[in-house]
């Protein structure tokens, strides 16, 4: 029952609002606005409050847009299995989550994958025991 | 109500204060996902008898969430607000909040990164990672000055009542606010604190709020802190990079939009 609940946390703060950060989530972030986003990474910030990574992404024209990417702060991410290169320029990666509610280029990056099919989220690697 | 999402989080925090665990056991402390868990057994006294309450904690004596929730509340308490206070928690604004700002969190707020309490024979220290990245000092067995100059933790004294750290502080700015919703205060506010370690592993801290010129009565606040055997103090320098702030809107809420 324990495992299920933590599955059933981890997959939900991955896949929701972010949590927990020095503001509210939900003032920041629509959660009707899925993002879901597939391009190439091209500048990493490793701060706080929050870590962000940027993403080259073809719109529907073909045209190139960079997106803002907001991870939890490095000291969530470092706990829970990141390193500073997890993500890092030149990596392709899909992006699930939810955009800001102005509607920018910017998102809060709810479960990452990678091409060899590896995920990290929000807070940390979605399976820590990976 | 509290919205799905908000539920989960507070399922997801009550199931993380973890029951004392035999040693090598690992397991999840608030948001931090397989942590070392600290092994069962009594509270750790000093050389010299006291209460060793020393160690990386992570938790809070209250709700950050919202102050006045009766669970974060001792039983049969309530948070009576004056009528400017109400009304000022009607109009706050997320962007307004000083954490949103990086700026101090005051008393009793807590956050989701852990914190570490140092003793020496004249002072305590509690060393903060966030939020902010800054400390506390509580001079033992001292008083205070007569007329303190209002700061974001006021000035804090402390003493022993059996096995339970005492702190009581005074000479506090009105600037932070006591949660998310934007609970306010006064420069009278005063607070009693009350650190008890039930255990090896857990804390229990109880937070009297004294504020005459926002509240109606005193109210105390119940809140338990666990220890975090496998971890040390990270750097956390909110104002780096603090992206957000242009980008919240709408009335003061909990982290999950409660």
Known sequence: ?130 | MMPRFGLLLLVCSLSAQQAPQPAGKTGNIGLYRNQKLAPGGPAPKLADGTPDLSGVWLGGGASDADVSNPKGLKAGEQVVMLPWAEEIVKHRQSKEDPEANCLPAGIPRGSPYPWRLVQTPTHYFILYEGNIHSYRQIFMNAKHPDDPDPTWYGHSVGHWEGNTLVVDTVGFNDKFWFDYKGHPHTEKLHTIERYTRTDLGHLSIEVTIDDPGAYAKPFTTVGKATLMPGTELLEYICQENNQDLPLLTGPARGPGGQ
């Open chain 1, 1 to 130: 029952m324990r495992r299920l609940l933590l599955i059933a946390c981890a997959a939900a703060l991955a896949s929701g609002l972010p949590a927990l950060a020095h503001h509210s989530g939900a003032a920041e972030f629509d959660s009707n606005k899925k993002i879901n986003l597939t391009g190439v990474v091209t500048k990493v910030e490793w701060t706080n409050p929050h870590a962000h990574f940027y993403m080259d992404v073809k719109d529907a024209s073909g045209n190139v847009v960079n997106w803002n990417l907001e991870l939890a702060s490095p000291n969530v991410l470092i706990r829970n299995g990141w390193h500073r290169n997890s993500v890092k320029p030149g990596d392709t990666v899909s992006v699930t989550g939810a955009q800001a509610k102005d509607s920018s280029n910017y998102g809060s990056a709810g479960v990452i994958i990678f091409p060899d099919g590896h995920k990290l989220s929000f807070l940390g690697a979605e399976d820590p025991a990976k």
